[in-house]
């Protein structure tokens, strides 16, 4: 089961694919695409929506491809995720009930309530240069 939705989870692989170059390079859609398996369509769709939210910059011409538009560290995992889907992983109901809210809770809503708090607080202070540097330590692959 997924928390996030894949254009979310695309997004924050794709943002975390920019910021771990070291030459600060602007990046391809079609590399990242290719390098992470990602449908180059689908892809596109997610960058542009985080390129207009003014956390990628995006150049066009032979070198062109996206950049991060301001420093890594000041960009965290919720200013992503917020940009790719809205506020819906944190204002909606977890089982998608309609009428569920304050007046009306499913049965889920109390317990989910405060696990999303915890959850938005946790990805409004993750940086995405916290998790680049912490991804690296631990060697763990962005793409194939």
Known sequence: MALISKSSEYGLRAALYIAARPDEAH???REMSAQMDISFH???KILQRMTRAGLL???RGAKGGLALAKPAAKITLLDIVRSVEGDDLFRECILGLAGCGEKR???LHRYWGKERSRIEKLFRKMTLARLARET???GLR???
Request: with cysteine.
């Open 105 to 107: 809770p499913c049965p």
């Open 57 to 59: 910059a995006s150049t």
């Open 142 to 144: 962005l793409a194939d």
């Open 136 to 138: 690296a330590r631990d």
């Open 27 to 29: 990046v391809s859609v």
């Open 42 to 44: 689908f892809l596109t």
